[in-house]
């Protein structure tokens, strides 16, 4: 199944290549999928650590047609689920630190980001699993259950309070609060869950709006395309024209409402561009998939990102190329080796920066147990 793989792909990829990033993918992902993250990790882990081994089972499956990536996906998505836990509101959780990446005393926190990319992929799942006769008859049970869970996640996040409506559109928020880690009940900060919270950065944002655009596909529920598109406008309302209108630039994290200010008047998080250039990669991920939806974006606006990525941050050398800042500023030392990334997403609408994937991509590196098999899948059409 890998050659036919591989001889699908060769659109975008001689036959060698593809034959044998096939092969070293499939040795990388099945090698660390060994370290069984998805029976452990809960929060925001489950985005960063588990999602990548769905997403690759997945687009795995897609790919190669291999049912085995099927049979992992399951069980991978069967061991999170058991994991979760009864919170006080009554819904599911998976709770640790506060919810948004760091730690807390107080109270044990789920997060939005992890439960949103993790069920991303298994809405996906679900949607290809019920369009196929074949694997209907199977996993059509798992189809159900893995959609119904994403729905209810869905009720969970707005019922606590955590999407907000400002001016330029609407985002979410990480809440103050959680599972008290002395009585069970909800901390301290329940009471004020309408008013508190932490507006997600940029990134976070986008991964939260792509798990929409997923659900509004299998669902046709409007409110999941409305939320996106809420998101969207006010993503692209944050973006700044440079050199003319020709590139674009935009903040990592910028104040939406009262809950981003401290009591001195001053933002609760430091303001402009990230010097780790891997945020904005993330972020180009939910404009494209916008795009291919329909939503806010325009081919305008992905001719420019184009243009930013390929005209103004790459270094014009295919092989071993490198990438600047998107504000063109010295690289920070923390990350010296990626203040500006291959915008991946960009490579199914440039040719210039196909060659670039092509030439470079690792597809046994970490990066690549999502974007291997992906590749492949898109080149498939």
Not at 195 to 208: A, C, E, L, M, R
Not at 295 to 308: C, M, N, P, Q, S
Request: with cysteine; net charge neutral.
């Amino acid at each position: 199944m890998l050659a036919a793989a591989a001889a699908a792909g060769t659109a975008w990829i001689d036959p060698v290549t593809a034959k044998d990033w096939l092969a070293r993918w499939e040795r990388r992902i099945q090698d660390d999928a060994r370290d069984r993250a998805c029976d452990k990790e809960m929060g925001e882990e489950l985005g960063w650590l588990v999602s990548p081994f769905l997403n690759g089972f997945y687009y795995g499956h897609l790919a190669t047609g291999d049912s085995k990536w099927i049979e992992l996906f399951v069980d991978w998505s069967d061991s999170c689920i058991r994991r979760a836990v009864r919170e006080p509101d009554g819904f599911l959780g998976w709770p640790k630190g506060d919810g948004g990446g760091g730690d807390s005393k107080e109270y044990a926190a789920d997060s939005l980001l992890g439960e949103a990319m993790m069920l991303r992929a298994m809405v996906l799942m679900a949607v290809h699993i019920k369009k196929t006769p074949a694997l209907a008859a199977k996993w059509g049970g798992k189809s159900a259950e893995y959609l119904k869970l994403a729905e209810d996640v869905f009720q969970k996040w707005d019922a606590r309070g955590c999407w907000r409506e400002v001016k330029e559109g609407g985002l979410w928020v990480v809440p103050a609060f959680g599972v008290d880690a002395k009585t069970g009940g909800w901390s301290a900060g329940y009471a004020q869950r309408q008013t508190t919270g932490f507006s997600n950065p940029d990134n976070k944002q986008n991964h939260i709006a792509r798990w929409l655009l997923a659900l509004h596909d299998a669902t046709g529920k409007p409110v999941y395309r409305a939320r996106a598109e809420s998101w969207f406008r006010l993503m692209k309302s944050r973006q700044r024209t440079r050199e003319g209108g020709k590139f674009l630039v935009w903040n990592y994290w910028d104040p939406a409402g009262p809950w981003d200010y401290k009591p001195d008047g001053s933002p609760r998080h430091w303001v402009g561009v990230h010097p780790n250039g891997g945020y904005y990669g993330i972020d180009v991920e939910g404009i494209v998939d916008a795009f291919e939806h329909g939503l806010v974006f325009t081919k305008d606006d992905i001719a420019r990102l184009v243009a930013t990525n390929r005209d103004f941050m790459w270094n014009q050398q295919v092989e071993g190329a490198k990438f600047q800042r998107i504000d063109g500023e010295s690289a920070d030392a923390r990350w010296k080796d990626s203040p500006g990334v291959l915008w991946t997403a960009l490579v199914p609408h440039d040719a210039t920066l196909r060659r670039i994937f092509v030439a470079n991509h690792n597809p046994a590196g970490w990066g690549g147990i999502g974007a291997t098999p992906w590749f492949f899948a898109r080149a498939k059409g």
